[in-house]
Nanobody, 124 residues
Framework: QVQLVESGGGLVQAGGSLRLSCAAS????????MGWFRQAPGKEREFVAT????????YYADSVKGRFTISRDNTKNTVYLQMNSLKPDDTAVYYC?????????????????WGQGTQVTVSS
């Protein structure tokens, strides 16, 4: 069992930056594919970014490509999402997710573990 705890959300003006962190419990974190998803009010949860176990493979949604960067530190059992040039459309609850087996994926149902979410609000 893995527990994921997100932090780093908050209120920021458009054009600003935030860095989200997701701390994982458990000794097998380093073998997990990790992902970030987000959900805005009244909308479905959508894929943002994913990273494989080593950090050597990443993939982004088109809407965040070039602005967001996913990374991980397996020595700290933590995955990060650096968000730059934020836009009001980025406003959502951001969720960290872990996939026990398999390659990077954008599909929400491929992930086995989820955090509780952290709110990101971007004002115009």
């Amino acid at each position: 069992q893995v527990q994921l705890v997100e932090s780093g959300g908050g209120l920021v003006q458009a054009g600003g930056s935030l860095r989200l962190s997701c701390a994982a419990s458990g000794r097998t974190f380093s073998s997990y594919t990790m992902g970030w998803f987000r959900q805005a009010p009244g909308k479905e949860r959508e894929f943002v970014a994913t990273i494989n176990w080593s950090g050597g493979s990443t993939y982004y949604a088109d809407s965040v490509k070039g602005r967001f960067t996913i990374s991980r530190d397996n020595t700290k059992n933590t995955v990060y999402l650096q968000m730059n040039s934020l836009k009001p459309d980025d406003t959502a609850v951001y969720y960290c997710a872990g996939r026990q087996r398999g390659l990077v994926t954008t599909y929400v149902y491929d992930y086995d573990y989820w955090g509780q979410g952290t709110q990101v609000t971007v004002s115009s």
